[in-house]
């Protein structure tokens, strides 16, 4: 079974950074695509931002463009969300998610079908 686990959520104020971790179980990190996606309450899911296999290609939702960065690292089975500038409207629940094998169609990084496997999510929180 593979288990995605979030963590580095917590309360910020406007303007602030956090950087959220997600760490994957298996041997065949390498072979995931990876996303991040959010969910603010009475909202549906959202994109956030994705990457290839190799972390080479990135790609990001509008609101996140600029502010955001998606990385990985194979050697640790981990993926990261750097957030900075962050917004009110940057509040959610965050949560991993992993894609057997590549994506060939980039609009499909951006949705949640795409992906097999999901974390727990964890909670961010932008006060203003």
């Known amino acids: 079974q593979v288990q995605l686990v979030e963590s580095g959520g917590g309360l910020v104020q406007a303007g602030g950074s956090l950087r959220l971790s997600c760490v994957v179980s298996?041997?065949?990190?390498?072979?995931?695509?990876m996303g991040w996606f959010r969910q603010a309450p009475g909202k549906e899911r959202e994109f956030v931002a994705a990457?290839?296999?190799?972390?080479?290609?990135?790609y990001y939702a509008d609101s996140a463009k600029g502010r955001f960065t998606i990385s990985r690292d194979n050697a640790k089975n981990t993926v990261y969300l750097q957030m900075n500038s962050l917004k009110p409207e940057d509040t959610a629940v965050y949560y991993c998610?992993?894609?057997?094998?590549?994506?060939?169609?980039?609009?499909?990084?951006?949705?949640?079908?795409?992906?097999?496997?999901w974390g727990q999510g964890t909670q961010v929180t932008v006060s203003s």
């Open positions: 990457i290839n296999l190799s972390g080479v290609s990135t």
């Open positions: 298996g041997r065949t990190f390498s072979s995931y695509t």
């Open positions: 998610a992993a894609r057997r094998g590549i994506v060939v169609r980039t609009s499909q990084y951006r949705e949640s079908p795409t992906y097999d496997y």
